[in-house]
């Protein structure tokens, strides 16, 4: 058995040159297999805001920021037992300055050549070693590299929506050579106002992360869903 539930939710503002792009999640979910304990599917509070003035066309000078953080505990996934992250730890902070390629609020690319980083830790996960790359004894951790961001939304027929969000990011202070990947595709097919068939999939790579594997995660349910 197993439940999620998500908020979506984009707040965009646009006057003459400027355009202000916002977009909020919140999701968490759980599943209980027989004979296993339950464990998190979905554990996320992510922010994106996006400001660009125009250029010329399509392009426009940007800033942006990304923050990510998670709700609940989260345990180690070979023993399942050992507590390694929580609340606002880790918190994963990005801000920088660059160019936008926008062609409609659904097809976006923004380029940030100089992107300042801020990870985020508490103390009691650094005691015995580095934790999400934050150092030992440490709480925090800085690097400045190169992000891109892309978004793209489509409607493959009708009632059926295709969402594809990608985030790259490359450590100049370290091994730039590794590049960060976050890529999420959420699919929602349309029954009526109310319900639909949701699928989910995410892909994340992380060289700080607890594991150097690609990590992906899949959900597929009937959703009941509700728009502003």
Do not use: C
């Not at 936008?100 to 005691?127: G, R």
């Amino acid at each position: 058995m197993s439940g999620n539930i998500g908020a979506n939710y984009d707040f965009n503002y646009k006057a003459g040159n400027v355009n202000w792009d916002n977009k909020l999640i919140v999701a968490y979910g759980l599943s209980k297999i027989k004979g296993v304990d339950t464990q998190k599917t979905d554990d996320r509070i992510e922010f994106n805001s996006l400001y660009g003035k125009k250029a010329k066309g399509h392009w426009f000078y940007s800033a942006f920021l990304n923050f990510k953080t998670q709700m609940d505990t989260g345990l180690d996934p070979d023993t399942q037992t050992v507590k390694v992250s929580h609340f606002f730890s880790p918190a994963f902070l990005q801000v920088g300055p660059g160019m936008l390629w926008k062609k409609s609020d659904n097809l976006k690319v923004n380029i940030a050549p100089a992107t300042s980083k801020l990870i985020v830790v508490h103390d009691h996960f650094t005691e015995f070693g580095s934790s999400f790359g934050v150092e030992q004894g440490k709480t925090t951790r800085y690097e400045l590299g190169a992000s891109l961001g892309a978004y793209y939304k489509f409607d493959l027929m009708a009632n059926v929506t295709f969402e594809n969000i990608l985030n790259l990011y490359s450590n100049y202070l370290e091994d730039p050579q590794y590049v960060d990947v976050d890529y999420q595709l959420n699919i929602v097919l349309k029954v009526n106002k109310y319900l639909s068939t949701n699928f989910a999939f995410q892909a994340i790579y992380d060289e700080n992360a607890l594991s150097e594997k690609i990590q992906t995660r899949q959900v597929i349910g009937v959703g009941v869903n509700y728009a502003f």
